[in-house]
């Protein structure tokens, strides 16, 4: 059994998501409920949109750059909900960088509007019924540590949160209770989350997203065929290329020189992919990308009828983000300095932050997991045809919101599992 005593115990952090598209829904949904909030509502909610929206793209670029080579795809809302929940119990110094890492100016949030501009947006979420989505978070305690009382009730409260009473010495039984957990709320999709688990945790703090949506314009699978795809100039790798004809909102960047499709879900989600040409590396574009160009895009897209050719993808990413969080000034939390006076009065330090993502995209979706496929054309009198046939990015945006729900890049569709 483990005791909270004169040696320092330890928090575990873990953030995780789950992204499948399946389309096999044939009901028509209805709109989503209209709230009618004050401007000052509303004007915190887009103030967190934009900060997370930041957020995302700072810890994309911190993700590829140990990953230049590889796929990427992860929930960047679902991190920043971890933190921000986790910034419920931190104090001080720690209480100070996580905000600031998250992006917020003391000026414009306080740490009450922040939270609940948080649970703001996780109820209109929670709430939206053209696709399927769920989001929330969940806590695992060990049975002799007792959190503060407030700190349990804040992270039910804001954070929608589930509670749970676990012995963590009990590794086996109480890692099968977490990934059981994780497993329902991912579909199955995540089945294994916790893989070793350390049997000196305290507390595991889980952040998950989960999002289930079909194509507005669904691909034909009768017209997929096997094609290649071009990881580099050197390299090409065999794949199930879809293809579909019909009118799509467009946008050609001169100044990044990417050519932009935006593909539809029900209940306004979309996916854009955004295709360098063909003498422009990826990399270039990531240096360049930030959160305005995904506004810009969005305003200046035009419908026009394109072929589009999006091969079939299905990703499994896991990152630890232990090595990544420092480097954007989450520095303390993982030391002897971190301050979580806020949950207990005994040393509390993060000793694991993890995040997995999954991505499966395909025509119509005759399972429960399917990749999406995104196409995109350049403008012209007659139907010309964007392959996507070498490597280009992908988001997951809530138009509503403008909140990007998944981003990442798609190097080699043939690689299907992905470590970092």
Not at 160 to 182: C, H, M, P, R
Not at 328 to 346: P, R, Y
Request: hydrophobic letters at 40%; one cysteine or more.
């Amino acid at each position: 059994m483990v005791t909270v005593g004169s040696a320092m115990a330890r928090s575990v952090l873990c953030l995780w998501c789950c992204f499948s598209l399946v389309f096999i829904y044939t009901s028509v949904h209805g709109r989503p409920e209209q709230h009618s909030d004050s401007d000052d509502h509303e004007n915190k909610i887009q103030a967190l949109n934009k900060v997370n929206s930041d957020f995302a793209f700072r810890l994309y670029k911190s993700i590829v750059s140990g990953a230049q080579s590889q796929n990427v795809f992860f929930s960047p809302l679902s991190v920043s909900t971890a933190l921000a929940a986790l910034s419920l119990g931190a104090g001080g110094e720690t209480h100070q960088q996580l905000l600031s890492g998250l992006g917020f100016n003391s000026s414009v949030f306080t740490s009450e509007e922040i939270h609940q501009a948080f649970l703001d947006l996780l109820e209109n979420l929670n709430q939206r019924t053209g696709v399927d989505l769920n989001v929330g978070t969940a806590v695992y305690v060990h049975e002799t540590f007792k959190p503060q009382p407030e700190f349990l009730e804040k992270l039910k409260r804001f954070y929608l949160s589930d509670g749970f009473s676990v012995d963590f010495t009990k590794t086996a039984e109480t890692s099968n209770q977490i990934n059981k957990y994780v497993s329902e709320k991912t579909h199955g999709k995540i089945s294994k989350f916790i893989e070793d688990l350390d049997p000196h945790t305290i507390m595991y703090l889980l952040s998950y997203i989960y999002f289930k949506g079909k194509w507005s314009i669904p691909f034909n699978p009768k017209k997929t065929r096997e094609d290649q795809f071009h990881v580099d100039e050197e390299t090409t790798v065999p794949v199930q290329m879809m293809f579909l004809n019909d009118d799509f909102y467009n946008y050609y960047d001169h100044q990044l020189s990417v050519r932009v499709l935006r593909l539809n879900y029900n209940d306004s989600f979309s996916m854009i992919l955004a295709l360098p040409d063909k003498n422009i590396n990826i990399t270039l574009l990531e240096e360049a990308l930030y959160p305005h160009h995904i506004t810009k895009w969005q305003k200046w897209m035009s419908e026009s009828k394109y072929g589009i050719c999006l091969p079939k993808l299905s990703l499994k990413t896991s990152y630890s983000l232990k090595s990544i969080l420092p480097e954007m000034g989450f520095k303390d939390m993982f030391t002897v300095k971190a301050n979580f006076s806020g949950i207990s009065d005994h040393s509390l330090l993060v000793s694991e932050a993890v995040h997995k993502a999954t991505l499966d995209v395909d025509e119509a979706g005759a399972e429960a997991t399917a990749v999406t496929g995104i196409g995109m054309t350049l403008f012209s009198a007659r139907s010309e045809t964007i392959k996507f046939n070498r490597p280009f990015l992908i988001f997951i945006v809530d138009q509503k919101t403008n909140n990007v729900l998944f981003m990442g890049k798609i190097v080699n569709p043939a690689n299907s599992e992905i470590r970092h």
